[in-house]
């Protein structure tokens, strides 16, 4: 398995992006592109060159810059099927237990319930070593992280 790299930076008032790199293969994955102007930055800061587009769930402060980045970069969009705003770039819609292959590794989709009712289109990326997952559940609350 191959180790990536992560580079998190702040857009807005309250939101990080997050970019994950395979240093072997060269493919870079936006986890969500809530504003494409802050990752095509950190980008250009990096170096890399984005492969992926992956959308954990259809907020907008999560999906609004999509078209706009992928449009800039080429790179197709993975994340959940549905009807809402944030679902309509998606390329190819990623489901429970199906797999992607990023950087030679197979990341496996683990849906789960969000931080409050409603909300199961949180897709959270993982492999035996590693979990991505979006948010951080408090007591009472929720983060983005």
Partial sequence: MNLFSFHQFLYGNDNYGV????????????I??????SYLDALSQTGW??????????????????????????????????????HAHVAQTLSEGEKLRFGGTDIEVIATPGP????????????KNMLYWRYAIFAGMWADI
């Fill in 19 to 30: 970019l994950m790199h395979d240093p072997e293969s060269g493919q870079t994955a936006a």
């Fill in 116 to 127: 409050y009712a409603g909300y199961g289109e949180l897709l959270p990326a993982s492999t």
């Fill in 49 to 86: 060159q984005l492969s992926h587009i992956l959308l954990t769930h259809h907020h907008w402060d999560h999906t609004d810059g999509v078209a706009e980045l992928a449009a800039a970069t080429g790179a197709p969009v993975f994340g959940p099927s549905g009807d809402k705003d944030g």
């Fill in 32 to 37: 969500d592109a809530g504003d494409a102007r």
